[in-house]
């Protein structure tokens, strides 16, 4: 529960609880406004200070600001920033958790959810449930379901060139499961620290702190990870096919060097291919643990392919981790057997392809529709990063990242700006990162025009 | 890894490695025997003394020991104990994990899984995946989906007189899972020390001390766990609907007198209701947790009543743990939503209530053929515990428990000593542990009539 008194803007003490950081600093921040701490017509903090000073990212914040700018309780005006509402001690009392306004998430992690393939899901299940012989409704193998391992093992052989037996697949709920399951094996073998690349998500980071690791960043450039600057760690985490989230994949030198750098040190690369699946102008580039399977531990999800519901994960460690990785997961199986084996019948059915090839089909077309909006609509705006996975950079003109910002968040639409995964918190570029797979068939062309039209209004206003 | 040099039977040094106990153990006899470090004719140890030399159950040793039996390594013989084949160097290499041969186990922890209700479940999952808004198929709420809590919190208080609201539901993946968030939330908060029941599973044991806490043992009796001699613990874990596995409810003296240490102390109640679907000769007693939601974390689980394939149990939390809790669980959910969602409609639609009211049906008429059965075969032998549950004690006279053992696993039935569930590993009589449950419909019979023949044989061979 942080507590916060920041000096910038109005004086504001904010105890935060509950379980949901944005709902948490709602609630916070409407009982200071109801309570008259915080007065009417009063600044509050900019989102970038506030959000410093409580310690979590800023879309946080400023969704938060947004959401009681649509309850009234605040007020957003260009050039005076946000103010509580004049009229919001008088206000009727809200329930405290109101129902969402209708918002377009673009952030990264959100997903078309409406994609879900229900039916095929469905029919998969049924037949995996038909079939499953009686012992698999057991506790099962806490490594997972042989079935899925199979089913696997074939998959990333044929697909992303894995090396791989079943034996050496773990299945767990989520690459943040395996992940860490990795940072407790590490720890075991008396690893100290290791590398994450300076752009990223903060949960994983802040697994590997809370693992007790050191967690030193290394730069990323348009050429992915500078892995040539590696020093004394027992791992480095890499995005190698797609880097996260600023999109371009490891050259080929620097996939040569970071497994010379293995071979060498004794280290082991994590490579977390969240969305090997989506490229758009070429075959992918294959995983770099098929060039060594004694040197990396391949991390892969259906999360971006499928659904995060499905909460199945998973990883191709090398032989001599297993015991280690099986002595962090424990004695009892924690993902669904049911979901396994349902997932496992997706996958050897060919329903899996099927479904992925028609994302893909979608997600090449919203990339190239988007590069066409911005081209009409805010010609200054860069797109960067590879034709390729859920999300897009867009580089602005410097100056236009905290207005397109707040004019985003007034038309009801989430996005994030790239640095919030720069991990050192240092901005040295404005940019946003917009998840163009994150908004149902039926929502994309409106979506799409909306954020044109933030952004061609944003440039008209601040050039 | 643990290392062994038993000092009984055989000079026996084994290093067991690999992720299944058993499978190391089967692994480590059997390489033993092949390269000739075991040689022919040689006793191996008594199966009592090589899982205390090795920190391993002994049921783990004698199963090994069966099923090397089966593969023709060693002979098994009345009166001269486990010893290897006079033939097993000469064998051909068999595969290194063979195929087990069919056995009827009959431990605590299996179940019935022929009896999953596939079609019911389906038809749930069907209605879940057409209902469900698309929202649902994200990452979701950490503590998990609000149908299923809702769903819960009224199936709870209605079957269990839990006093509950969606709110303070948190899903988890099974009561393992459960437990270790509580001990975490304990830690937490400066808990140095859990009490347990002093027959129990070794998991949850070892699940507390690896939180770092300590865990004192409290005696069983056949009025449950004596809670008057709780000292100085910051909880205790209890079973009190159904001490497993001696088969005691905690009497009603004892229900007051440690809700009364509870508020008397601060020190919380962690209320284990595994079972407590599960009663055969009148309505269960409600849940401990309806008496003091405030000092009671209750515990329930899918894994009796429907399977635990499912991987979801729940626990009802007081309030002010939740933010502890939730901590622990961490900021991403770890248990499949769509078994989430799922569960919920087969609770809410009266499915669920079906099921289980089926299985307690089958299991009722199983108790009581078993007790008839004995009674018949081996009237020397006492079914102890109440009518409910999914197995029964079985009060042995002296010294036949050992040769009841051997017979059994002779005739491929596994089943565990109630020594094996005893902490402090002191055996203070003969008995077996029967899970009753544990078998399908068709081969119950069958089962039954073997078990009969063991206990009859074992009498009349040892009297």
Not at 294 to 305: I, L, N, P, Q
Not at 391 to 402: F, M, N, S
Not at 444 to 462: I, K, P, Y
Request: proline fraction near 6%; charge should be positive.
């Amino acid at each position: 529960m942080p507590e916060s008194q920041t000096n910038s803007g109005a004086d504001l003490h904010l105890v935060l609880s509950g379980t949901g950081l944005r709902a948490g600093l709602t609630d916070a921040l409407r009982d200071a406004v109801r309570s008259g701490r915080l007065t009417p017509g009063s600044r509050l903090p900019a989102s970038r200070a506030l959000a410093a000073d409580l310690g979590v990212s800023r879309s946080t914040v400023t969704e938060s600001y947004a959401e009681l700018v649509a309850e009234g309780w605040l007020t957003a005006r260009q050039g005076s920033g946000t103010r509580v509402a004049r009229r919001a001690t008088a206000a009727v009392q809200p329930p405290r958790r109101p129902t969402p306004r209708p918002a377009e998430a673009l952030m990264p992690g959100a997903s078309d959810f409406a994609s879900f393939p229900r039916a095929p899901w469905l029919a998969a299940a049924r037949r995996a449930l038909d079939s499953a012989p009686h012992g698999a409704f057991g506790y099962g193998d806490p490594l997972g379901r042989p079935e899925l391992r199979t089913a696997l093992a074939d998959y990333l052989s044929r697909v992303r060139g894995v090396s791989s037996d079943p034996g050496r697949i773990v299945i767990c709920s989520g690459f943040h499961h395996g992940l860490s399951l990795i940072a407790h094996a590490l720890k075991a073998r008396g690893g100290r620290a290791v590398a994450v690349e300076a752009y990223g998500l903060d949960l994983y980071r802040a697994l590997l702190a809370d693992a007790g690791l050191e967690v030193p960043l290394i730069p990323v450039d348009e050429h992915g990870a500078r892995v040539g600057e590696l020093r004394d760690v027992a791992a480095v985490l890499l995005t190698p096919a797609h880097q996260f989230p600023t999109g371009f994949a490891l050259s080929a030198e620097r996939r040569a060097a970071v497994l010379d750098w293995a071979r060498t040190t004794g280290g082991l690369i994590l490579e977390d291919d969240y969305d090997g699946e989506f490229r758009y102008d070429r075959k992918p580039v294959g995983a770099l643990q098929g060039l060594d399977p004694d040197r990396v531990v391949y991390f892969g999800t259906a999360s971006k392919s499928i659904a995060p519901a499905l909460r199945v994960a998973w990883m191709v460690t090398p032989g001599p981790l297993l015991p280690d990785v099986a002595a962090a997961k424990g004695r009892v199986e924690t993902v669904s057997v049911l979901d396994q084996l349902t997932l496992a019948e997706f996958i050897t059915s060919g329903a899996f392809d099927r479904h992925v090839r028609g994302r893909r089909q979608t997600y090449r077309r919203r990339r190239e529709q988007l590069i066409a909006a911005l081209g009409r609509a805010a010609p200054e705006v860069r797109v960067t990063g590879m034709a390729a996975g859920l999300q897009a950079v867009l580089e602005l003109p410097p100056g236009t990242e905290e207005p397109a910002l707040r004019a985003a968040a007034r038309r009801g639409l989430k996005i994030s700006s790239l640095a919030e995964f720069r991990h050192d918190a240092m901005s040295d570029r404005d940019a946003l990162v917009v998840n163009f797979s994150a908004v149902s068939d039926s929502a994309w062309d409106g979506t799409l025009d909306a954020l044109a039209e933030v952004l061609r209004a944003t440039h008209t206003t601040s050039v």
